[in-house]
């Protein structure tokens, strides 16, 4: 049995067992995936994993953008807009470990050959 970075959250372990009978060989890898940012999000995690903007917000938004005339709902009026909405914004970054894994038994050392 052989392990890279034993303890580490990047750590491998693999190795083999040969005998007359069978053969096992496995293979574990753990690699962690940090995909964040520390990017802004308007939502809030309502529970793990499902984000939501809250029914205020919405509304309020909702209400400014429909008393406005269409002509003027250009950048600088969404910019306006959405300002404080994005100041107040939590940060979200996002990660995770992959667990792969994989074992191999041979059975066919004992079968009689063809």
């Keep these: 049995m052989f392990g890279t970075n034993v303890g580490q959250s990047d750590q ?3 190795g ?3 005998t007359k009978a069978f053969d096992l060989s496995f ?7 940090n995909m964040g ?3 802004q999000v308007i939502q809030a995690e309502i529970s793990e994993g499902v984000w939501g903007m ?13 008393k406005t005339p269409t002509a003027g709902r250009t950048v600088p009026f969404y910019d306006a807009l959405l300002q404080p909405t994005f100041d107040s914004a939590g940060s979200v970054d996002i990660s995770s470990t992959r667990k792969r894994g994989t074992a191999t038994l041979e059975l066919g050392k ?3 050959s063809t």
């Design 37 to 39: 940012n520390g990017a």
């Design 54 to 66: 809250s029914n205020t917000l919405q509304q309020q938004l909702g209400t400014t953008v429909d």
């Design 27 to 33: 293979d574990y890898n753990q690699t962690p995936h």
């Design 12 to 14: 491998r372990y693999d």
């Design 16 to 18: 083999w067992f040969n």
């Design 110 to 112: 004992k079968l009689p």
